[in-house]
């Protein structure tokens, strides 16, 4: 079973008309690709240690699941504690793939929001002993992270005093940075976050996948899924195809709308990994989340009939998890709707949806999966972090740097006399 296939029939100039890419700017494009290839295959020797994902047999690999297996088997829930790449990965997996039966309930906390925090910390008493926490910061000096780390050790060590320590799990790099000095030295489980590995790439490493092992999600499973050859192909397509669509149409938006709730949190990550990785020197595309159908009632309007500025990418699921038939009473309200499945609406909302775009002439694809599973999930991760990084090359932008977000990082300590 393939585990995803990228159909861009509709991003060239024989649907879209003047806003698809043309088989001359096409042709022109091959060189770059070929290019773009090279410099990938060089980064991946060692320095982008997420273009090889690991496998079953990887000793970090076999490390995770240890770790979570003792998470498992001692505590209730795991809370998360981390921002950015640092949650983001965790959040879409558990979201798609997370199933309370087989694991530990799991709690993302990101934002220092005052209210929101004080109200987590407020009943902590109830939930937090036995409760493994897990911080998690690649550079182990996150404003955001430190800050609310801080809080919950306090109410933690308040709760069990020295045993507190064998609840709380450390992933950052193991380069001597302060969270790094502090795990070792108070004795806290240490997960290293890999040296070759950026926060935005890491759904794949050990900041995605301890805490989705916890949760029960077979993460070898995942792992496989990444590994699938095909994916580079696609990748390479979907990356030329919306630089072109960026630098030649003026179509800088790129919206990602998958028809799936479970999928909703990947759109989260999608944006973070597009924007962060390729908004540089003054150039790079926007990405939109959206979701379907919901986004059929909201942003749908603008992308018919608003400016031609965006290109657009649906991800179809085949045939869900789960399926619900519709009680012949509903052909009281609408006529021929009863007996009909739920997965019937959802296809057929996505397809009137791309066939009303190709109508108005708007560039845009399907990535259609066969369902949603811990292969096809790897294998969504995998494909789009391939397709930013040659998206990058093709813009010929750092990908892999974000000068923007230490910019404000710095400002914001400076704010706070703390630099
Ligand atoms: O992708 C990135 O590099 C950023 O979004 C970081 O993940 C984010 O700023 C958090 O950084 P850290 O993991 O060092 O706490």
Redesign the pocket.
């Known amino acids: 079973m393939h585990s995803l296939k990228y159909d861009d029939a509709a991003m060239w100039d024989t649907v879209a008309g003047q806003g698809g890419v043309t088989k001359a700017e096409w042709r022109a494009m091959i060189p770059r690709l070929r290019e773009a290839d090279r410099s990938l295959a060089r980064l991946s020797r060692g320095k982008q240690g997420w273009i090889s994902p690991g496998s079953a047999k990887d000793p970090w690999v076999k490390e995770v699941l240890a770790q979570a297996k003792k998470v498992r088997g001692s505590s209730r829930g795991l809370l998360v504690i981390?921002?950015?790449?640092?949650d983001?990965g965790a959040r879409a997996l558990l979201q798609s793939l997370g199933d309370p039966s087989k694991g530990v309930w799991l709690d993302v906390l990101s934002n220092p929001d005052p209210e929101y925090i004080a109200a987590k910390l407020d009943d902590a008493k109830e939930w937090l002993k036995e409760t493994a926490v897990l911080v998690?910061?690649?550079?182990?000096?996150?404003l955001?992270?430190m800050a609310i780390f801080s809080l919950v050790r306090e109410k933690l060590k308040a709760l069990k005093g020295d045993k507190h320590r064998s609840q709380i799990y450390v992933i950052?790099?193991p380069n001597g940075n302060p969270l790094h000095e502090l795990s070792k030295s108070e004795g806290y489980n240490f997960i290293p976050?890999a040296l070759n590995i950026?926060?935005?790439?890491?759904i794949l490493s050990s900041?995605g996948l301890f805490p989705a092992a916890c949760a029960g999600i077979p993460i070898t499973r995942v792992l496989k899924g990444a590994q699938d050859r095909s994916l580079k192909n696609a990748a390479q397509r979907f990356a030329a195809l919306h630089t072109l669509a960026m630098a030649t149409h003026g179509q800088g938006t790129h919206v990602l709308m998958p028809y799936s709730n479970a999928l909703e949190t990947f759109g989260d990550w999608y944006r973070?990994?597009w924007a962060?990785s390729l908004g540089k020197n003054g150039k790079g595309p926007t990405p939109l989340a959206a979701l379907g159908t919901i986004d059929q009632h909201s942003q749908v309007q603008l992308f018919h009939d608003g400016p031609n500025d965006k290109a657009y990418t649906f991800i179809s699921v085949e045939k869900p998890r789960r399926d619900v038939r519709l009680p012949a009473s509903v052909n009281r309200i609408m006529p021929g709707l009863g007996g009909k499945k739920l997965s019937e609406i959802m296809q057929a909302s996505y397809k009137g949806t791309a066939t009303a775009l190709s109508g108005a002439q708007r560039p845009h694809g399907t990535i259609t999966i066969p369902t949603i599973s811990p292969e096809t999930v790897g294998a969504l991760a995998q494909f789009f972090m391939l397709a930013t990084a040659y998206t990058g090359e093709l813009m010929g932008v750092n990908t892999f740097d974000?000068p923007g977000?230490e910019a404000g990082?710095i400002e914001t300590k400076r704010l706070l006399g703390l630099v």
Request: glycine residues 20%; charged residues 20%; neutral net charge.
């Open positions: 981390g921002i950015g790449g640092s983001l998690v910061s690649k550079s182990g000096m996150t955001e992270t950052s790099d976050h950026g926060g935005r790439f890491s900041v973070q990994i962060e974000q977000v990082k």
